[in-house]
């Protein structure tokens, strides 16, 4: 167990730019999960004579109120905090459903492949891959009412094909090795094979690209509920705060700025992460 | 090879097919009335008049059917809040978009390569450094929130561009750079690897050992070499580029395919946002199509193998 | 042979001298922090028309020292000491302008594997062509007159058709010949082939010594040939070099040092050789061990783990290179003083 403390001690030491991205996202973790515990204020109690106020560091700047307030007197670090919250429940959740149903379709049309099920299901994931997302997630959002699981579900709709291509070629691949035919030969049902085996080498090729999509996530739910299509008021989202404030940006624009910094941040965090853990994973870089 | 070619539009179809198909249905499961929309002080038999009219009236498998017909004809449908035809909707916004992704396109390759292969040239100096941060930044920030920004910044403070609207080329300059900055960042990103790859390939070596200066070898081995990649990724990157389009048309009002589409998912526009995705997810997937193809044609060692092609 | 060591001819810089290289020291810093001296103080010199053959196996630092005269040493690699004085220029006091206009005109290398030493996407006339204007500027007449020629010395004729072709349409040997006639377009005055042959076939590889032997014939420039195989050296040098772990053991005129060598580790090269006309008799042997772990070399002769002759004092103190004779150096505690190759005292 020391072992594998020092084996990830090292590997943080050695990759700089994952450790401040883990850092970072740490925090955000911790934000979304005490964010009601934590919030200065109540996010949603408007205070008119505090309106607008701009943040701590220019003049004007009201006690308490470190990044100031919106356009009817709400503390903005507040409503950031609630609005991270909201966007790293969805953001996680959406691409954990997206894992869930990519690994399902990839599964199942690996474990079929060649055959009549494999092409149906590689087809629709053409068909999701081919259809402009933000169109798609447009049109369900006004098809269904726009609600915190609906847009899981719609954004997972982005991410699972890429999962089912990655675990299908898995499959495909290591049907064909030995220790598959040994296992069953042996006696393990090929359900059970599929799990211990195919689960364990998936992890690799899907855990580079998690942070990117959870990152797209970030940035899609903002996007949503920015154009009032996603998350509806009163509840929070980073999207639902820039777009108060953009009607306000020439005088306030603190209130659109700094979600978007924060969306950015953790983005950023996100990539990072991302960035190392595909060099890490890289085969050729591996040798 | 042949095969290959016909197996891919094959499946090409099958996909625009399907997507036809899937925003048939779900537009006509949108619990709403355009036909309220256009006239809300209609009397039923108005509105049924007017359904009538807009082609909406029938059950949904037979309207399919007709749309489904006069596709055949190459007639698009009537979008009725624009008392035009799609196709005409179509050819109005389509020659706007297309000027914001080929001057995105534009910049974005300029810039990317420019800084890519200044990066990779000074790798792990400063100004590599300054170059990947600026891009990883560039990559991490949303998109449209760029694009308020730098409405506030260079529109409204600085007074050097139009804001939003669209009156003359001029208001295409500022949604374009937006566009292009994600894009930019990720060819920067993608050029400075595969031009570190080839540095350290035999053959750039080689050159340089003739004499041939390391920045003239890169660019002229390493792009050439880095075509191919650099394909792939822009097949992928069509995709984000196409839905960003969308959304940049959005924050800057411009009147392009993406604004429309909007519009037309609103106001249950249902032929126009038809026409509108199918026109997207075609450009798409024959892009793509495309792209599988060109490679062929790039690569000497695989037209050879190809017998010539 | 004691009395010819006494009469010592004077080492200083001679107008013959080509390429000089004073205690060429390089180095890679790994990430790891370890540091690989690949090059660890070499000392040799090129007379003009000379052909000299560094001769080791691989990892004994002889396609780092071809490199380092070239000033191409890869990442993270770092020539850190020395001279390589080149017509009397120190190369590595020139900026990396000056270094350009060097390479490839004045002095050429060819690669090992050339079948990655061409870009895939130009065809060779471009290549050809590229390589000649980075020098000078042309006409198209006179770069087609002096491809013609350079491909005519490797025995290509028919250069119209070669040139509009892609190297994959060659096959490996082929394209090694079109490679050497590039290296030549510019008549340089030291040509370096790093392992000209090692990536070709047995056959291929006759072919293309004679293709380098003919070429330098022609031109009449010095060649420093570098190689593991003491079957090539034999044929086409006039000096042997012999490189261990980073340094030099042993070098000496081509036939001394076939006849008598004095080194354990060139008595174990010259034995792993089966075509060797020297030496017939002896049974055919490979020097036993492995080669040395670059990061952690024995404390004292880098060659004692594998030596078969290793005394007490070869674990403990590092051998210098010494003069034991007339233009003979070896870096050895115990030289092999009696070793002789072949009875055969004609060859002498």
Known sequence: ?287 | MLATITRRILQGLIVIIGITVITFVMLRLIPSDPSRTMAPNATEEQLMQLKEQMGIGDPIPTQFVKYVKNLMRGYMGYSYFQKADVSTVIAKALPMSSILLLFAIIIAVVFGLLLGITAAINSNTWIDRLISGFSVLFQSMPNYWVGIILIQIISVQLKLLPSTGYKGIRYSILPSIVLALPMTAVLIRNIRASMMDSINQNFVKAAKARGIPSWSSLIKYSFRNSLIPMLTLFGTQLGVLLGNCVVVEYVFGYPGIGMQILNAIVRRDYYLVQGLVALLSSFFIIVNMAIDIGYIYLDPRIRKAQGGL | MKQNADVKKQQTVQPDVLLEVKDLKTYFYMPSGAVVKAVDGVNFTVKKGSVLGIIGESGSGKSVTSRSIMRIVDEPGKIVGGEINFKNRNLLKLSEKEMSRIRGSQISLIFQDPTTSFNPYMTIGEQLIEAYLVHKKASKEEIKQRCIEVLKMVGISNHEEIMKKYPCEFSAGFRQRIFIAMSMIFKPDLLIADEPTTSLGITIQAEIIEALIDVKKEAGNSVIIITHDFGVVSQFSDDIFVMYAGRCVESSPKKKLLLYPRHPYTVGLIRSVPLLEARKTKRLKSIKGFPPDMVNLPKGCAFSPRCEFVQPKCLEEQPMLREIEEGRMVACHYPLMDYRTSDDTTLE
């Open chain 1, 1 to 287: 167990m020391s072992e594998r403390i020092k084996k990830v001690l090292s590997f943080l030491r050695k990759n700089p730019s994952f450790t401040i991205g883990l850092i970072i996202i740490l925090i955000t973790l911790f934000i979304a999960i005490f964010a009601d515990s934590i919030v200065p204020f109540d996010p949603a109690a408007s205070s008119p004579k505090d309106r607008l106020a701009p943040p701590f560091w220019s003049s004007g700047a009201k006690p308490g109120h470190i990044l100031g307030t919106d356009y009817i007197g709400r503390d903005l670090v507040s409503r950031v905090f609630m609005g991270i919250r909201t966007s790293v429940f969805i953001s996680f959740l959406s691409v954990g459903t997206a894992i869930i149903i990519g690994m399902t379709v990839g599964l199942i049309s690996g474990l079929s492949h060649p055959g009549p099920i494999d092409s149906i299901l590689m087809r629709i994931t053409d068909i999701q891959m081919g259809f402009p997302f933000i169109v798609l997630a447009i049109i369900i959002l006004t098809l269904v009412e726009p609600t915190v699981t609906s847009c899981i579900v719609v954004l997972s709709l982005a991410s699972w094909p890429a999962y089912a291509r990655v675990l299908r070629s898995n499959v495909m691949l290591e049907k064909e090795m030995d220790y598959i035919a040994a296992a069953k030969a042996m006696g393990a049902s090929s359900t059970r094979i599929a799990i211990k085996y195919l689960g364990r080498n998936f992890l690799p090729s899907i855990l580079p690209v998690m942070p990117m999509d959870i990152a797209g996530a970030i940035i899609t739910e903002s996007l949503l509920s920015f154009m009032s299509i996603g998350i509806q008021p009163p509840n929070i989202s980073l999207g639902n705060i820039m777009a108060d404030g953009r009607n306000y940006i020439s005088t306030s624009w603190w209130i659109t700025a700094i979600p978007g910094v924060v969306v950015m941040i953790i983005v950023l965090a996100l990539n990072l992460m991302g960035d190392t853990l595909q060099k890490y994973f890289d085969p050729k870089l591996n040798k």
